[in-house]
């Protein structure tokens, strides 16, 4: 049966509860119980970190399987299952070698959990926003069961812990079951079924770019745009206009500026439009077919016919340009789509954004309890430490969409960032502070660092990923947030801690965090320097060649 679009989001805020109220009960006690178990701060460093750079290639592997053989759901299944399995068994480890063996394991098969998860969950999300109520459930869960998982090992030990733990995740089995990917995943009847709702999804936003494109033909002199219909021999779809989606001719070049420009991409526009719903449901019985649906390729049409409407003389042809090139990479091969990914410098500065933020994660979550277990505090404390967490999370989670209305995504990230250092100097005087108690209030940063951060960051990396990569573009995200950026965290914490004491440890990760985020921005700012400075060169270059054919250089040389 398939479930209705609340019905999606209802099951998917039910997942994230059940699954982070039993990550709850034992997770954040990980290190502590290594502690129990006899290891010292340097080799539950070394464990830590190993843990998250395991995170990292299983995070990315499983991902790209899932996207490119379409089974979301059943990867999902078999990791969830394995990941239980293996945190059973590290109950029974008792020295360095076999808690690192079997820890490493439970994170082979964990890390991908939530990365497949966040995939699927944000199919149910109608707009960027709503991905973040979704995800607050997970908050409640993981804040809801943290005291009662504290009592349960303050009265019966670790052991209880880990039970506790798998049984909380159970209903996640089924509920993944139930869920439906709105991706490849789905037999050919369905995805038919849904490949016509993309198809008029395309062909909507088609219309309406076309309206645009009207508007803004007129408003720079120009006819009113052609519009060709689908036709040809036996039935079968037309050919793209005469000079297709990229107008020039023989130049080759990209869509141009002013009325022809606009005309050109009215023409392609309508092509993509009228042809969206017969290629969908060809392309929906070819699960091979590396390339974007039809549908994906009209509203790209109608990305080009937005930028192409800001400007229907001289500046719009290097913004022509770029939305040209957008055009062209949906319908690119996995390959070349991956490629272009890797290739892209505003993924690697968003990478980086999310190693700091990791780091800073790394260290709270390895030497903060350790810390607290130190001062003489009790579990019960450190999972109220967690509810704390969840108290500032929970909202920070449900009202993104209205703080994504007011500040911009990258304000967020950066944000996160600084309070990460905020929280990692704060930590340093503890020890000063002489009650480990004290440590309540700082956790409501959590909001800021935690909740804001990741939501912005997984919408950052939907915007970013080429069409069909959404999960390989979150596997990256989380494995560079809570893979190697949370590893170098939990090592570099290890070691200071091992060498210095853990108070000095938490002042020095407070300096090497902000200078990590000082370069950051000097990378950032020098970037967006260079693309201005290449944008306002191509612009002259294109009215340069429009001027030399004769015409004022407005349609960029078409």
């Not at 033909?217 to 990229?246: L, N, Q």
């Not at 020095?508 to 000097?522: D, E, K, M, P, S």
């Amino acid at each position: 049966m398939r479930l209705s679009a609340r019905g999606a989001r209802v099951l998917a805020g039910f997942w994230y509860l059940s699954y982070y109220a039993g990550i709850s009960a034992i997770q954040p006690y990980y290190n502590v119980y290594f502690q129990w178990r006899g290891l010292s701060d340097a080799e539950i460093g070394i464990l830590s970190a190993a843990r998250q750079w395991v995170s990292v290639p299983a995070g990315f592997l499983w991902s790209a399987a899932a996207d490119r053989l379409g089974a979301h759901r059943g990867a999902l299944l078999v990791a969830l299952a394995a990941s239980a399995a293996a945190r059973l068994a590290l109950m029974w480890g008792s020295t360095f070698p076999v808690l690192l063996g079997t820890a490493l394991v439970d994170q082979f098969f964990a890390s991908p959990v939530t990365v497949l998860a966040d995939a699927m969950m944000m199919s149910a999300a109608a707009k960027d926003g709503e991905y973040g109520r979704i995800r607050a459930w997970g908050a409640l869960g993981w804040g809801a069961f943290a005291v009662p998982a504290g009592a349960i090992i303050d009265r019966w030990g670790y052991m209880a812990g880990f039970l506790a733990s798998v049984l909380l995740t159970l209903p996640c089995g089924p509920a993944t079951a139930a869920f439906r990917f709105k991706g490849r995943e789905q037999g050919a009847g369905e995805r038919g079924g849904e490949a016509a709702e993309g198809a008029a999804a395309g062909a909507a936003a088609a219309a309406a770019a076309l309206d645009a494109i009207a508007v803004a033909t007129a408003a720079a002199g120009g006819g009113a745009p052609a519009t060709p219909r689908a036709g040809g021999g036996g039935g079968g779809r037309g050919g793209p206009p005469a000079g297709g989606a990229r107008a020039g001719g023989g130049g080759g070049g990209a869509l141009g500026g002013g009325p022809k420009g606009l005309r050109a991409a009215s023409e392609a526009l309508s092509f993509y439009s009228e042809g969206a719903a017969a290629s969908d449901a060809d392309e929906a019985d070819d699960q091979d077919d590396a390339r974007a649906p039809a549908s994906a390729r009209a509203a790209s049409c109608a990305a080009v016919a937005v930028d192409l409407s800001r400007g229907a003389c001289g500046t719009a042809a290097a913004a022509a340009a770029e939305a040209d090139a957008r055009l062209a990479a949906a319908a690119l091969p996995l390959r070349a789509r991956l490629g272009a990914l890797l290739s892209s410098l505003d993924v690697w500065l968003f990478l980086w954004q999310a190693l700091l933020q990791g780091y800073g994660l790394g260290l709270c979550q390895s030497f903060l309890f350790i810390t607290l277990a130190r001062m003489e505090g009790s579990a019960k404390l450190m999972g109220l430490t967690i509810t704390v967490d969840c108290l500032a999370e929970f909202p920070a989670f449900w009202f993104k969409e209205q703080v994504l209305r007011v500040l911009p995504v990258d304000v967020l990230l950066h944000a996160a960032v600084a309070g990460y250092a905020l929280r990692l100097a704060l930590y340093s005087q503890l020890p000063l502070w002489g009650s480990p108690w004290l440590v309540l209030p700082v956790q409501l940063l959590h909001g800021l660092t935690y909740a804001w951060g990741w939501g912005a960051g997984t919408v950052k990396g939907g915007r970013l990923a080429p069409p069909g990569l959404q999960a390989t573009m979150q596997g990256l995200f989380q494995g560079a947030y809570v893979g190697v950026g949370a590893g170098l965290g939990a090592l570099a914490g290890g070691w200071l801690s091992q060498l210095y004491g853990i108070q000095k440890m938490w002042g020095a990760a407070a300096l090497t965090l902000l200078a990590g985020w000082v370069l950051l921005g000097a990378a950032s700012a020098a970037a967006a320097a260079a693309r201005a400075c290449a944008a306002r060169r191509r612009a002259r270059r294109l009215q340069w060649r429009g001027a030399e054919g004769g015409c004022c250089g407005c349609c960029g040389g078409v």
